[in-house]
């Protein structure tokens, strides 16, 4: 099952990207020979009078074959034919609808999940059930004190906490049906942010929330994503990621199964990440990709001559490259697995 999740999010991905092309093509009457989702050997297809559309065996990947992209083509209304800004606009519609989709996703997410906020004062809401304190602090305990200071609030604890050194027994005062208590309570070392916890969530409640609401946090959060991932690609380039900590295709399938069993809304904020990454990802100024063909349309509509033979063949040894890259990849992806 989770590898079927796994191949049916990047195929929509890949699809609503392919989408935009081959709308934006049609629109402008420009011939489109096959519409293919994944790569490889034709699996099935159905052939219409102007488009044949195809499903491949490879679920990575899928095209939009363009006529007319080649020097050498003298197709009617071709690509090549068409003025600059079409072209500008056809390439670029694959980018967009991928941001389209993650805005959609994101709004219909906020829209049934709701805006969850916590409850300020000191309740325990949720006992970990690997807390060592599981049974020993209860749902709705009202925590008064630790080490002897006071807690206020809920941001209380963990500021408390930081400043308690070389220890991990404490005393905690806690409020309980009306009675005050005393209890001796552990810390517990939380390994992925490096700091001590109790083990223990505040008392949550679920706020639903207006479609100008719903349609403010989605762009807000698409917002921080896109500079999130922008980041990371200037790392990426900058020399300041580790190779080891790159994903491919491989890599993906396989964080797409882990996180699929922990339900819609965590497959959805995956499906969210990875369109705005492959969206960001095209708009890279690399030859074969779409921001590498975008920056020669830029350069046409600036009024510089570009050398269409010369350009062609940039972009096929900058598929070569991709190519190549995509297998190394993948290789470390298949190894960190073995691994």
């Known amino acids: 099952m989770s590898l079927l999740i796994a191949i049916l999010m990047l195929g929509f ?24 989702v994944g ?3 034709q699996v099935c297809a159905m052939e219409t009078k102007d488009t044949m559309y195809s499903i491949r065996a490879i679920p990575i990947g899928g095209y939009v074959n363009i006529e007319g992209m080649e020097v050498e083509s003298k197709v009617e209304n071709g690509f090549n034919t068409k003025p600059a800004y079409q072209r500008l606009i056809v390439l670029f519609a694959g980018v ?7 805005f959609i996703l994101l709004f219909f997410t906020v829209k049934l999940s709701g805006k969850v906020e916590y409850e300020k004062q000191a309740y325990v809401g949720v006992v970990s059930e690997k807390s060592i304190n599981h049974g020993i602090l209860l749902v709705n305990d009202r925590i008064l004190e630790i080490d ?13 906490i930081v400043k308690i050194k070389d220890k991990t027994d404490i ?9 005050e208590k005393k209890l001796d309570l552990k810390l517990m070392k939380d390994e992925i942010n490096n700091r001590y916890v109790l083990g223990i969530s505040p008392i949550t409640k679920k706020i639903e929330l207006s479609f100008k609401e719903s349609f403010v946090h989605a762009s807000i959060a698409l917002k921080n994503i ?7 690609f200037v790392q990426l380039f900058g020399g300041k990621a580790n190779f080891k900590e790159i994903s491919g295709p491989v890599g993906i399938f396989k964080v797409i199964g882990e996180m699929s069993k922990f339900g819609f809304f965590t497959v959805a904020s995956l499906a969210v990440v990875l369109s ?14 779409d921001g590498g063909r975008i920056l020669f349309v830029l350069f046409e509509m600036l009024g510089f001559k570009v050398n269409k033979k010369w350009e062609e063949n940039l972009h096929r ?4 490259i991709l190519i190549f890259f995509i297998i190394l990849i993948s290789t470390n992806d298949i190894l960190k697995i073995f691994n």
Request: glycine fraction near 10%; aromatic fraction near 12%.
């Open 96 to 102: 967009f609808m991928n941001f389209l989709t993650a």
């Open 226 to 232: 896109f500079i999130d991932t922008l980041n990371g």
């Open 13 to 36: 991905i890949i699809f609503v990207h392919e989408l935009g092309h081959f709308l934006s093509a049609k629109f402008f009457k420009i011939p489109v020979s096959e519409f293919a």
């Open 276 to 289: 705005v990454n492959i969206g960001i990802l095209n708009l890279l100024p690399i030859p074969a990709l």
């Open 148 to 160: 002897g200071e006071k807690i206020e609030k809920w941001d209380d604890i963990p500021q408390k």
């Open 39 to 41: 790569m490889g050997p």
């Open 171 to 179: 005393l905690v005062k806690i409020e309980r049906d009306g009675e």
């Open 317 to 320: 040894g900058g598929m070569v």
